[in-house]
């Protein structure tokens, strides 16, 4: 399982083995950015940086940087649909990237009941639907990602719900196993990582 942190001067990529038990291994990030979401594409991973202007690509097995791309806005989460990258700005859009150059090559405006959702922030493909959680909220919406609109609304309140800082510890990571369809969230500040199943409301 792949994370990138953020703060300016602590920001690292990090792969946990969530199932060995070995030691996560750390990849710092330059000390005057702030790191936010990654994907995994082919042998790279790919990491944003929020208000940097900047993206790295790093080598899968060693998590060393490659090489550097240019972000246009801001940079908040990022997934793949096996042809493009998806980001996410803070907005209520999605921005497709080619996974190659770089370069956006359309978005889409994301709704519910017709409304924008804004704040749209970690990001996870999984069975075609996009993933996203709402900063500051508890909520993952699911989006369809050739119309933008929400298809589904996860509610995941209470599974961390100690006294909390209601700006540096939100919910704020998914992750999706396809080969064993396992679901895994965590938040910024977080202790944990957590192992959910999804479940329809009574």
Do not use: M
Not at 123 to 147: H, M, R, S
Not at 165 to 170: G, Q
């Amino acid at each position: 399982l792949y994370e990138c942190t953020g703060r300016v001067g602590q920001s690292d990529l990090i792969r946990h083995d969530i199932l060995g038990g070995k030691e996560a291994k750390r990849q710092p990030l330059p000390r005057h950015v702030f790191g936010e979401g990654a994907t995994a594409v082919g042998d790279s991973i790919i990491s944003l940086t929020w208000r940097d202007g900047v993206g790295y690509v790093h080598d899968l097995e060693t998590l060393s940087r490659v090489s550097q791309f240019t972000v246009q806005g801001e940079g908040w989460g990022l997934t793949s649909d096996g042809d493009r990258l998806i980001l996410s700005d803070g907005t209520n859009a999605l921005r497709f990237l080619d996974p190659e150059t770089f370069e956006e090559i359309g978005q889409v405006s994301v709704t519910a009941n017709g409304k924008p959702v804004p704040r749209l922030n970690e990001l996870e493909y999984i069975n075609g639907k996009v993933w996203a959680n709402v900063w500051q909220t508890d909520v993952i919406v699911q989006i369809d990602p050739e119309t933008g609109r929400v298809s589904g609304f996860i509610d995941l309140s209470g599974l961390y719900d100690r006294q909390r800082d209601p700006r540096d510890e939100v919910l704020n990571g998914i992750a999706y196993d396809p080969e064993t369809d396992r679901l895994f969230v965590t938040g910024k500040n977080w202790p944990k990582i957590y192992e959910i199943r999804i479940v329809e409301a009574n």
